[in-house]
């Protein structure tokens, strides 16, 4: 998956950089190519990448960050033992080579010796062993230390039954860190390449505490390092002249700018004041095609948009059928061909398509419209509602055209079919994921979730009593118990099996509302090379740089 080779002996696996060694020891003896990887010239002078970001990031601290807009910029900070390559394939990082041992529980990683903080202080693997422990210690408070679940011990930590030295990391010396699992891992490599699995650098963190994330405090350890942050306007990288590969970075600086109005942004990328954006408008979605054809990309990435309805409190806490009900009521088609309209497909189930993974939709996707609209309407009738009695419920959004647009469309959808008397809450994204995170309030509420790593268990486990983060206040012990079942199977038809089983109970007690498997929608100035589509929607500023003619460039 990496483009590595793998070599048995003495009971263990042991994977190297194969042909990433030459490419990597090649460039570091030649320094900055004057063309770049497809034989164009490079342009001259100082190579400033301007991003958009959707919303402002809530936070630069690696270890707590939820949000794309966060994590986007945070792959450019920091870089894991694992990297992200211009396919958003996991590829060697921080770590030069590692093995497994034969029953995958227990891996070695030998760190670059060049690898260095942005302070030019070296690397170690202590500093990934500080890092994990800070990132599932409950005092962090980390919305994504469930990530690092199969670690062992990691549960116990997280929950505050262990302390976080008993995790199952060990760093043996400088150079080298053993990291122990829980059960087997497939997905142990994409993992790593995550923010969540930095490293700390402690002296830091030990001066300023939590603010060691503002600019002049934070240190990093990947191709950039962080210039300016200026809230609700833009935050600035430059490049980082310690970083181990710095003469394969083409790019000197990184300008990252948070939109959440898909117009204004549209707007400012015609303005050539950004040279990507972050999405482009449902409603002019037509007009880009015949304007700016050469410029969209359109790309399927690993991605459900859905509804979460909150069932720990009336009207959903005890009504499955009312549950069903507005899942029956959303016409999908109509919503993917006359809302979205960019090849977005619609979903019946949670986990999109994956290899050998398979399907889990309900009985009822595959109905005619009439039928799902008749069953919608006979369990509202048993719910209690109806004409006389119409369910009243809020559906809670973030902001932004898209998301409102959406909005709009599924509250007349349940309006129309069933009579629901909907109000529309639209807040910005950081005030929207606390009023989510409040179950004492919120009824319902429109959300994505994309997948972290190329595995039905990057969505499964959203719903882990223990460690998942899905809002929604559904627990299942069954579910719980397939989930770690799936964990501990050796055999991968079985584990796939495993969480297919959990996938049809959370369909059936239908605490969310698939609605449609995304694909993200951009535009890309032509001049910027580097640019690669891929599912998991992963594009490190290290792999593009801009090339001598094609336009306005990188001023």
Not at 76 to 104: H, I, K, M, N, R
Not at 174 to 195: D, F, M, N, Q
Not at 258 to 277: N, S, V
Not at 507 to 533: A, M, N
Request: hydrophobic share 40%; glycine share 10%; charged share 25%.
């Amino acid at each position: 998956m990496i483009g590595v080779h793998g070599q048995a002996g003495g009971g263990r696996r042991r994977v190297r950089l194969g042909w990433l060694v030459p490419l990597v020891a090649v460039l570091v003896a030649c320094g900055p190519a004057p063309e770049g990887p497809g034989g164009e010239p490079l342009k001259p002078g100082v190579q400033v990448l301007k991003r958009g970001n959707g919303a402002e990031p809530l936070t630069l601290d690696p270890h707590r960050a939820v949000s794309l807009s966060s994590q986007n910029i945070l792959r450019d900070l920091f870089e894991g033992l694992v990297g992200t390559g211009p396919d958003g394939a996991p590829v060697p990082g921080v770590a030069e080579q590692w093995e497994t041992s034969v029953d995958g529980l227990t891996w070695r990683f030998v760190l670059r010796a060049n690898a260095r903080w942005s302070n030019g202080e070296r690397v170690t693997a202590a500093d990934f062993v500080a890092g994990w422990r800070r990132a599932l210690d409950p005092a962090t408070e980390s919305g994504a230390a469930g990530l690092l679940a199969p670690i062992l011990n990691a549960r116990g930590v997280m929950t505050g039954r262990l302390a976080p030295e008993e995790l199952g990391v060990e760093a043996v010396d400088e150079s080298t860190l053993v990291v122990r699992l829980a059960a087997p891992t497939p997905w142990l490599l994409e993992l790593l390449s995550h923010p969540v699995s930095a490293p700390l650098y402690r002296p830091a963190l030990q001066q300023y505490g939590d603010d060691f994330t503002r600019p002049g405090r934070l240190v990093s350890n990947g191709p950039f390092h962080l210039s300016e942050w200026q809230p609700g306007a833009q935050v600035t990288l430059a490049r980082n002249h310690n970083y181990w590969d710095r003469p394969a970075v083409a790019i000197d600086m990184v300008v990252y700018y948070p939109i959440e109005d898909q117009d204004e942004e549209l707007a400012r990328y015609r303005a050539g004041e950004l040279h990507w954006t972050f999405d482009v408008p449902h409603h002019q979605l037509g007009w880009v095609r015949r304007r700016m054809g050469d410029e969209l990309t359109i790309t399927p990435r690993m991605a459900v948009i859905w509804i979460g309805l909150n069932v720990t409190r009336p009207p959903f806490e005890a009504s499955r059928e009312l549950r069903r009900a507005l899942a029956l009521a959303i016409d999908r088609d109509l919503v993917v061909r006359s809302v979205t309209g960019a090849g977005e497909i619609p979903a019946y189930s949670w986990v999109p398509e994956m290899p050998g993974y398979p399907a889990q939709a309900p009985d009822w996707a595959g109905w005619p419209r009439r039928q799902q609209v008749d069953e919608a309407r006979r369990l509202y009738a048993a719910a209690g509602h109806g004409p006389r009695r119409p369910l009243e419920m809020e559906l809670l959004y973030p902001g932004g055209l898209n998301n409102r647009r959406l909005a709009i469309a599924i509250g007349a959808t349940w309006r129309e079919t069933l009579g629901v008397q909907v109000r529309l809450r639209e807040e910005p994204f950081a005030e929207f994921l606390a009023s989510r995170d409040d179950l004492g309030t919120t009824m319902a509420f429109r959300s994505g979730w994309a997948a972290d790593y190329r595995d039905p268990f990057s969505f499964a486990g959203l719903f882990d009593s223990e460690t998942g983060a899905s809002d929604t206040g559904w627990r299942n012990a069954q579910y719980d118990e397939l989930l770690q079942a799936s964990m501990q199977a050796r055999n991968p038809r079985r584990r796939l099996a495993l969480l297919a089983e959990a996938e049809r109970l959370l369909l059936e007690e239908q605490p969310i509302i698939p609605v449609y498997f995304d694909v993200r929608r951009r535009l890309v100035k032509p001049e910027l090379r580097g640019w690669t589509p891929n599912a998991m929607d992963l594009h490190p500023s290290r792999h593009f740089y801009f090339v001598a003619t094609g336009g306005r460039g990188s001023e």
